[in-house]
């Protein structure tokens, strides 16, 4: 094992978040080689008031905290988070009795006739849904869609193309982004279809890119700018917001009654204009948080699994890329145990690297170490961000963390693992409907439309002929997109 370096200096406190230090590993290798449990770092901007954030790595202090209703508050994380702030203009609602209406509304939506399940059965362990259940049919449309509509782009000839040969720039024939080109165009559809949210532009490919866009800078400011420190940048997520806004009360006068903007419209009050304002304000607030999850959470959610069948798969030897038969197998194989293929990849590549929760009053903690002094103190007003990507490859916890766990392995350690919120064996046993003081356990909400949705857009790359890469190691992050992965297929 490699020897940790022990001089490594990190800061204690700074005008920001101190999200390079995160990316480039540099606080895990300090908390590591000064055997720190916790990491206490004081946000002190140019302006408004400075911030305590403390840190949380270990699996089993990450664990802990996503269900201590106690010290932490575990409502939601937007309310945790105060985000942009008391003029918030975008996720669910900050304000807890604001809260409780949109979840109540959000609940009255789903269960107009046809029903629309959050999982299967009432107390699932399997969490997927049915075959002929809407969010599946819906995946299964939105998959089919865009795997024509690349093999229609590639039998096309225009002029655009003939400008981009001209600057060296045209791809190759038969070669696909399949984040870009595939995965973000079908999560694009879903949001579409399903909730009925709709953007202009040229093709799929550009109305995808452009939701992405107006989603970006509100999940920037949501965690990169923790309790709206940094005010530039949430006047432009506030600004873009808007924008947003007025899209999604656009599409929800035409959305098709079957969407979910539609099924929101049935439910609006015909009378009191103030009632009515109201309603529009909780429909705006529910799609941007639900478009958001589809769209660029599952969207990055496949980039991770994407970039974890690429790195850390097991190929044959002195193989340059992957080949089709070895794609083949490997999406057989998940489709064989699909819960745990595919949350041992976002175990490695979580669509959230790290969540925060408020502290709501004052305590310490201990620690069982040896080597430190024992004790941090937390204050009421701190933030606690738990580094769930990290905690997910805690090698106390994880044997080989790096690597693909068989699947029995994975299947022991599902309350382990973190990318879907608390991690409970069977979610909806704890939280069957919407968040709840009584209920301080938070799975995600739609994690068994995620998956749903994520298997059917694994399973759904078989449908390009003879699909493979030329090379491992390709992967490429980027945060507009969720990555870059280029693979070959057969167009002809």
């Not at 664990?63 to 996720?91: H, I, M, P």
């Not at 947003?244 to 599409?251: G, H």
């Not at 969540?355 to 933030?383: C, H, N, Y």
Request: charged share 25%; proline share 6%.
């Amino acid at each position: 094992m490699a020897q940790i370096e022990t001089h490594i200096n990190m800061p204690d406190a700074g005008s920001a978040f101190p999200m390079k230090a995160l990316q480039n590993g540099q606080l895990n290798s300090f908390m590591k080689a000064n055997k720190r449990r916790f990491f206490s770092y004081k946000i002190k901007p140019f302006l408004g008031k400075p911030l305590n954030v403390h840190f949380a790595v270990s699996n089993s202090d990450v664990v802990n905290f996503y269900k201590d209703e106690e010290n932490l508050s575990l409502s939601n994380y937007d309310l945790s988070l105060r985000t942009g702030g008391a003029k918030s203009q975008f996720f669910i609602s900050a304000d807890i009795e604001f809260l409780g209406r949109q979840w109540a509304l959000l609940n009255r939506a789903l269960d107009l006739e046809p029903a629309i399940n959050r999982y299967q059965g009432d107390t699932p362990s399997f969490p997927f849904l049915a075959p002929d259940d809407p969010i599946a049919l819906c995946a299964q449309a939105a998959v089919n869609q865009a795997v024509q509509n690349i093999l229609a782009r590639e039998n096309a000839k225009s002029s655009i193309f003939s400008l981009l040969k001209f600057w060296r720039k045209e791809r190759r024939k038969g070669e696909i982004d399949v984040i870009k080109d595939y995965g973000n165009v079908v999560t694009y559809l879903i949001v579409r279809d399903f909730i009925g949210l709709s953007v202009s532009g040229q093709n799929l490919f550009k109305q995808s890119s452009k939701l992405r866009l107006m989603m970006g800078p509100m999940f920037f400011n949501l965690f990169i700018n923790p309790g709206a420190r940094r005010p530039i940048i949430s006047f432009l997520s506030n600004f873009i917001s808007k924008i947003y806004k007025r899209r999604i009360l656009k599409c929800y006068g035409e959305a098709p009654a079957e969407t979910l903007l539609g099924r929101l419209r049935t439910l609006e009050p015909n009378s009191d204009p103030v009632q009515l304002d109201q309603h529009r304000k909780y429909v705006a607030n529910i799609v941007m948080e639900l478009a958001g999850s589809f769209h660029f959470l599952t969207g990055s959610g496949f980039a991770g699994i994407v970039q974890a069948i690429d790195e850390k798969e097991t190929y044959p030897e002195n193989q340059p890329g992957i080949s089709n038969a070895d794609l083949v197998q490997l999406v057989e194989n998940v489709a064989h145990d699909p819960r745990e293929k595919l949350d041992e990849y976002l175990r490695h590549y979580s669509p959230t690297e790290f969540i925060f929760r408020a502290v709501q009053k004052d305590f310490e903690l201990k620690s069982d170490t040896p080597w430190t002094d024992g004790t941090t103190k937390f204050s009421q007003g701190d933030m606690m961000c738990l580094l769930t990507g990290l905690a997910s490859k805690d090698g106390d916890t994880f044997e080989n963390p790096d690597s693909v766990m068989p699947v029995e392995n994975a299947k022991c350690l599902r309350h382990k693992y973190l990318h879907f919120g608390s991690p409970d064996v069977e979610p909806a046993k704890r939280r069957s409907k919407f968040p709840s003081e009584n209920t301080p356990h938070h799975p995600c909400f739609g994690q068994y439309w995620a998956r749903t949705i994520l298997l059917e857009m694994l399973t759904g790359l078989l449908r390009l002929d003879n699909l493979h890469t030329v090379k491992r190691g390709q992967f490429k992050m980027n945060p507009f997109s969720g990555g870059i992965y280029k693979m070959q297929f057969n167009s002809d």
